[in-house]
């Protein structure tokens, strides 16, 4: 069993930067991978980006080059670094965990973060 809380969320101004920060509980965070996913008002949940358990990522193109993940097994966290926040960025964000060998794909995922919110204004 996996708990995820997300934080880090906020409202921020188009141009700018949010670091949003996933944290695991129990001791086999480091033998899932991890993905951020989002889902924007009205829309479907979307992949965003993910760690394998080996370190290797994986990005959304519409955040490539903008969004940086990182994972810490130490402290059992990972974090999502997004810069030149864009207004489409606008959503509710949640983090995963899960075993599947494909990242992008949310059904593959075990455990479900609560959510934080994401506002990027014009």
């Known amino acids: 069993q996996v708990q995820l809380v997300e934080s880090g969320g906020g409202l921020v101004q188009a141009g700018g930067s949010l670091r949003l920060s996933c944290a695991a509980s129990g001791r086999t965070f480091s033998t899932y991978n991890m993905g951020w996913f989002r889902q924007p008002p009205g829309k479907e949940r979307e992949f965003v980006g993910g760690?394998?358990?080996?370190?290797?990522?994986a990005y959304a193109d519409s955040v490539k080059g903008r969004f940086t993940i990182s994972r810490d097994n130490d402290k059992n966290t990972m974090s999502l670094q997004m810069n030149s926040l864009k207004p489409e960025d606008t959503a509710v964000y949640y983090c995963?965990?899960?075993?599947?060998?494909?990242?992008?794909?949310?059904?593959?995922?075990?455990?479900w973060g609560q959510g934080t919110q994401v506002t990027v204004s014009s």
């Open positions: 760690v394998y358990k080996s370190g290797g990522r």
């Open positions: 995963a965990a899960g075993r599947g060998m494909l990242l992008t794909a949310p059904g593959l995922y075990d455990y």
